[in-house]
């Protein structure tokens, strides 16, 4: 298991504990994680689970795709460090990941 | 001889040959199923034809219609392919049916691709960003109540008129800092963009244009207006303000505008018409929601899937591509149906009924998906949860007294009128 905090944008913590293989997403989704809508379902069409990762994290995730890119570049708010959370797949390596949900996705 | 007749104008009316009103979509031969004339779309038969193509084809190619040869993308799954593919369906020239070669049309980034779309609709966006959302609430609340509370009670009287054009219209002039008098004018405007003529609201191309001429005329005022002011937050300081947009050509600023008002006019209108007509028509969702008013959020998305204020968007294949085993070739029409996509059971259970507090209900297609998902989207759920929300604190009861009137248009699914009675709270 994977643990992962979620931080929202008041400074609220919520850990949360999720198989290796699938998104942080569905992780948030499953666990009632607020400010994460996923419209789509994970399949990287409406930027709606965007997440800021924290600094210590952000090079230890696979590369955005070009998707990615495109769907962030219309999304509120971007920063250096925003990420669609549907496109990152937990593994071992990302034991301890932390993110925050943006304000307005609440 | 060709397929594409020589005017659509005149092959889309009520009459023409080309309607499928009054036939059984079973009794026909498959390929003679034509979803795009407006006729069964107004007098709500549509549904048996998207049923038996989800069925039976659920790529379907017309080969024959008024508006030439077309595919229809039935099913969900099928539908967000296309829709998330802009590199091989492109938006360009038009999402609408009609060729644009053929009618006047206006460009704006709902019809263009990457970069050109993402340069342009990064300009506006701002104007719907959610802390511009939280600073309209307020208004919107007070207009709606206003508008509510001027409701007479216990007598019959057209709820579209009276509510539904009217919010969504103050909705709009708001947006735009317009002349809060003249209002009227951008629903006019709105609804001549998409009318089809002889279906009621202009009769010739003609009367069209004439009316798209005043309304570039109105809007090139307010932006010489607004361009030597400080920018502020309405749209149209900021599309004369952003340096994608302040050395757009005329008829493109038209094109935006008009995408803008239209977008958020009868989609917003139809859909808080469509909620009422949904609760009468499942009066249990109606006994459910009184139960509980924290509902209102989940229902409105549920009210936008069961309504699907735009019926379709059509994309153009760049390249030839195959889609659920069909071939699609080069420069073919692509019809995404979202308001078949919306009632496929095999992602959406029991999807001819409303269910206010059905799970996951966000992954409608009416806002379509990928990068030209629906910008207003959280205006519009905001919209409708402050409308229900007053709603709810006034009347016990919106009666829906007989058959609503809809609109005559394949694409525009709402209603041009809607007769009701209220009946308001005990207390």
């Not at chain 1, 795709?65 to 937990?90: H, K, P, V, W, Y």
């Not at chain 2, 508008?147 to 735009?176: K, N, Y």
């Not at chain 2, 996509?341 to 009416?366: F, K, W």
């Amino acid at each position: 298991m994977v643990k992962i905090l979620f931080k929202d944008h008041t400074g609220n913590e919520r850990s949360v504990e999720a198989a290796a293989g699938i998104s942080v997403m569905q992780a948030a989704v499953s666990n009632g994680v607020p400010g994460i809508d996923a419209d789509c379902g994970g399949s990287c069409s409406c930027a709606t689970c965007h997440v800021y990762v924290d600094e210590a994290w952000v090079g230890k995730l696979t590369a955005m795709d070009a998707n990615e890119d495109a769907m962030l570049g219309l999304s509120s708010d971007r920063r250096g460090n925003s990420r669609l959370c549907c496109q990152i797949t937990l593994s071992e390596e990302l034991d301890g990941l932390m993110v925050t949900t943006p304000e307005f996705q609440f | 001889m060709s397929d594409t007749p020589a005017s659509p104008q005149l092959d889309r009316r009520p009459e023409s040959k080309w309607s499928m009103v009054g036939r059984d979509p079973y009794a026909m031969p498959l390929e003679q199923i034509d979803l795009a004339h407006p006729g069964i779309w107004k007098e709500n038969e549509f549904l048996p034809f998207l049923k038996r193509l989800r069925e039976e084809a659920p790529v379907h190619y017309c080969a024959k219609s008024a508006t030439g040869p077309y595919w229809s993308v039935m099913k969900y799954k099928d539908i967000m392919e296309v829709d998330t593919s802009p590199h091989i369906y492109s938006s360009e020239p038009t999402i609408g049916i009609v060729d644009a070669f053929e009618e006047f049309t206006v460009p704006s980034f709902i019809s263009m691709d990457p970069p050109k779309h993402d340069e342009q609709r990064r300009v506006v966006q701002g104007v719907v960003a959610p802390s511009n959302l939280k600073n309209l609430e307020g208004l919107i609340r007070s207009r709606a109540a206003a508008i509510l509370d001027d409701l007479p009670i216990g007598e019959e009287f057209d709820w579209v008129e009276r509510v539904s054009i009217e919010l969504t219209t103050q909705m709009l002039a708001t947006l735009f800092d317009f002349p809060f008098e003249d209002r009227h004018k951008l629903t006019f405007w709105s609804d001549v963009a998409t009318a089809i003529p002889g279906g009621g609201i202009v009769n010739s191309h003609e009367e069209r244009w004439e009316a798209m001429q005043d309304c570039l005329a109105t809007f090139t005022r307010l932006w010489n207006e607004r361009v030597n002011a400080e920018p502020g937050n309405d749209l149209i300081s900021m599309l004369s303000h952003g340096e994608a947009t302040k050395n757009m050509p005329p008829m493109e600023y038209l094109g935006n505008i008009l995408l803008l008002i239209v977008g958020g006019n009868d989609t917003t209108r139809n859909s808080i018409t469509g909620g009422v007509l949904a609760l009468n028509q499942f009066p249990e969702e109606y006994d459910k929601l009184r139960a509980d008013h924290s509902l209102i959020p989940n229902m409105v998305s549920e009210i936008i899937r069961w309504q699907t204020p735009l019926a379709y968007m059509r994309r153009t294949a760049k390249v030839d591509t195959e889609l659920n085993g069909q071939k699609i070739k080069k420069g073919d029409k692509v019809i995404m149906w979202y308001a078949s996509g919306n009632q496929d059971d095999e992602v959406i259970e029991n999807p001819e009924r409303l269910i206010i507090d059905r799970p996951n209900a966000r992954q409608h297609l009416s806002f379509g998906f990928g990068l030209h998902r629906c910008m207003g989207n959280r205006l519009a759920e905001m919209q409708l949860r402050i409308v229900w929300e007053e709603i709810m604190d006034r009347f016990e009861n919106i009666e829906v007294v007989g058959e609503p009137e809809r609109i005559y248009s394949s694409f525009v699914k709402g209603y041009s009128k809607m007769t009701v009675v209220l009946h308001p709270k005990a207390s």
